[in-house]
């Protein structure tokens, strides 16, 4: 987007509605507070909108304009100090939306960009469009309003030219002439601030009862039009089936986006990964993956096929094998994980570790090369460096009330089927015999084995076998 600060807007005011109660969701809580690829529908506007500002406007100020369930989007967004809050307390309308903003904000601005809280596959580069198109003719242009065309444009407000400028009407209001009209309003506009006098003037004498914002750009020669050739990009969210249109949408932008970063993804029908998630150059996803939340893969990692990764950090060069299920844990570089591991929440791998199938780990630090690498559950633990852990141990670490911790010092080696009952300590290189239960702590360098002595009978074996 090629901009200098002469073409900037001086003093631009983002006004994104979003008090409506999208009753065609179904949803219990606002629509522009349903799932989207790992975010909300509201924050690909806010992003898009923030993008917008921050390279084009000198000053600018966002508000949200909220109603229905305001409170949970207003608890949602609480953190990013850049949005500001503007209450409709009954929804009369789009217009009167507007006044809940014009009304009560303190900012002086000279523009203003109106947005849906629902059309989240818009960019800053659509708003860019629409501030070029002002600026073609700025002393003449009052606003800009974008359309589109549609060949069932159902719903939509269509847009005709007449004499004394451009005229919008509602589907409610619109005659069968004007319903086959295929040109219809996008819902998005960009105006100057001395349009905003008309603004009271509207009144609701439509078949809905609602005060129209598109009456503000209809029959005023100053406001001028522009069309969008990308109609899909102008979804709006107004039931589960339009939802899952601009997730698609948005998986495939994503998936795109990380391949231009150097990630091979084989298969993009199978692999879902979350707008948040970053994956380093190199990296490789084989099919039926999953990725979610604040994931962060490293480079020249391989992933699956058959993987969950949910809010983890994996460090370069690891290799994650088939059926790996991973929550909220870190994993150092150069690791092996699976098939079939599971990471519960707060695991903290230390590189260099292998973590092998069917083995489950909950809060356990690991460190540097060492290894699990059969079919153990390893809990509350605090294991140190090049510790080798046999086939098959336990730590015994709920006693029915309370969880306990075990810590495994560096260079320890387990052999396998051991069980440690916890709290307890496997001090610095200590070694601990296949088919122990430990229920004491061993020292440093201690050998501890903990098992019944065998007993050999000679030839007694053929008195079992033949019965
Ligand atoms: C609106 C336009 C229509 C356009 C379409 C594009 C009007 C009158 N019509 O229709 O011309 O083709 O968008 O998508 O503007 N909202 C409030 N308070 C209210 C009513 C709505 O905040 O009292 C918010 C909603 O939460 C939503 C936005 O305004 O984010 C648009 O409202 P919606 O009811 O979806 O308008 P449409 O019928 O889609
Ligand atoms: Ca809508």
Redesign the pocket.
């Known amino acids: 987007m090629p901009t200098n600060s002469a073409t900037k807007i001086s003093k631009l005011a983002v006004v994104i509605?979003?008090?409506?109660?999208?009753t065609r969701m179904k949803l219990p809580y606002s629509?522009?507070m349903a799932p989207l690829l790992g975010k909300k529908v509201i924050d690909f506007v806010i992003q898009a909108a923030m993008n917008f500002v921050k390279s084009h406007a000198q000053e600018f100020h966002i508000g949200v304009?909220v109603?229905?369930q305001k409170e949970s989007i207003q608890d949602y967004l609480k953190n990013n100090s850049l949005i500001h809050f503007y209450e409709?307390k009954?929804?009369?309308?789009?217009?009167?939306?507007l006044k809940a903003f014009t009304q009560n904000t303190k900012f002086e601005y000279d523009h203003l960009l109106i947005l849906?809280?629902?059309?989240p596959l818009l960019t800053e580069n659509h708003f860019f469009a629409m501030w070029e198109k002002m600026q073609a003719n700025p002393k003449e242009n009052l606003a800009v309003l974008s359309t589109f065309d549609l060949s069932n444009p159902t719903?939509?407000?269509r847009v005709i030219s007449t004499p004394s400028g451009l005229q919008?009407m509602?589907e409610k209001d619109a005659t069968m002439e004007v319903k086959k009209v295929k040109r219809?309003?996008?819902?998005l506009y960009l105006l100057k601030k001395s349009l905003l006098k008309k603004l009271d003037e509207i009144k609701n004498t439509n078949l809905a009862h609602?005060f129209?914002?598109?009456d503000l750009f209809s029959q005023d020669p100053k406001v001028v039009e522009f069309c969008f050739e990308d109609a899909q990009n102008?979804l709006?969210i107004?039931d589960m089936n339009q939802l899952n249109e601009a997730e698609s949408v948005l998986k495939k932008r994503k998936i795109q986006n990380l391949r231009r970063e150097g990630v091979y993804i084989q298969d993009e029908s199978s692999t879902f990964i979350d707008w948040d998630v970053e994956i380093g150059a190199g990296s490789q996803i084989a099919p039926f993956t999953i990725i979610k939340g604040k994931t962060h893969v490293g480079e020249q990692v391989k992933i699956g096929p058959w993987n969950y990764l949910e809010n983890v950090i994996i460090g370069n060069g690891c290799e994650l094998h088939a059926h790996n299920h991973l929550v909220d844990s870190k994993v150092g570089e150069n690791s092996q994980l699976g098939p079939y591991a599971r990471l519960r929440p707060d695991c903290d791998l230390g590189s260099e570790t292998k973590i092998g199938n069917f083995v489950e780990l909950k809060k356990t630090k690991l460190g540097p090369k060492s290894k699990v690498p059969h079919l153990s559950y390893v809990g509350d633990a605090t294991i140190g460096s090049k510790v080798n852990i046999g086939c098959g141990f336990v730590t015994c670490n709920y006693d029915g009330k309370n969880k306990h911790q075990t810590i495994i010092e560096n260079n320890v080696f387990v052999g396998s089927d051991c069980q440690v009952v916890a709290p307890i300590t496997l001090g610095e290189g200590s070694f601990v015999a296949a088919g122990s239960t430990i229920t004491q702590s061993v020292g440093a360098g201690d050998f501890a084995v903990a098992r019944t002595r065998q007993v050999n009978k000679v030839g007694l074996a053929k008195k079992f076998l033949e019965k």
């Open positions: 509605l979003a008090a409506g109660k999208g629509k522009v304009v109603g229905h409709q009954e929804q009369k309308g789009t217009a009167d939306a849906c809280g629902d059309t719903g939509y407000g919008i509602e219809v309003n996008a819902g609602e129209y914002l598109t102008f709006g107004n």
